[in-house]
Nanobody
Framework: QVQLVESGGGLVQAGGSLSLSCAAS????????MGWYRQAPGKQRELVAT???????NYADSVKGRFTISRDNAKNTVYLQMNSLRPEDTAVYYC????????????WGQGTQVTVSS
């Protein structure tokens, strides 16, 4: 079992920056990748960025060049630095962790609201 606790988020004006963090506890040693998804009202949840335990990252086209995902393995924490925020970035952001001990299993945080005003 993996537990994820997110922090950060809030309200920011367009063009501003916010930082999210997500701390993993429990069987964090079994995590092979972590990432962030988001869900805006009336829309499906979508990938924002992921990072594997080895370091490779992947970003949605809509956030490339503006968002940066990073990971502190010593703290079992993943971060999402969001710059040049746009109103369309407004959503609930969810942290996710994937384990691959016996099969693949995904865990989700409770979500944190990010609101970008125009």
């Amino acid at each position: 079992q993996v537990q994820l606790v997110e922090s950060g988020g809030g309200l920011v004006q367009a063009g501003g920056s916010l930082s999210l963090s997500c701390a993993a506890s429990g069987s964090f040693f079994s995590i092979v990748a972590m990432g962030w998804y988001r869900q805006a009202p009336g829309k499906q949840r979508e990938l924002v960025a992921t990072i594997t335990s080895g370091g490779p990252t992947n970003y949605a086209d809509s956030v490339k060049g503006r968002f940066t995902i990073s990971r502190d393995n010593a703290k079992n924490t993943v971060y999402l630095q969001m710059n040049s925020l746009r109103p369309e970035d407004t959503a609930v952001y969810y942290c996710t962790a994937r384990t691959a001990v016996i099969g693949i299993r995904d865990y989700w945080g409770q979500g944190t609201q990010v609101t970008v005003s125009s």
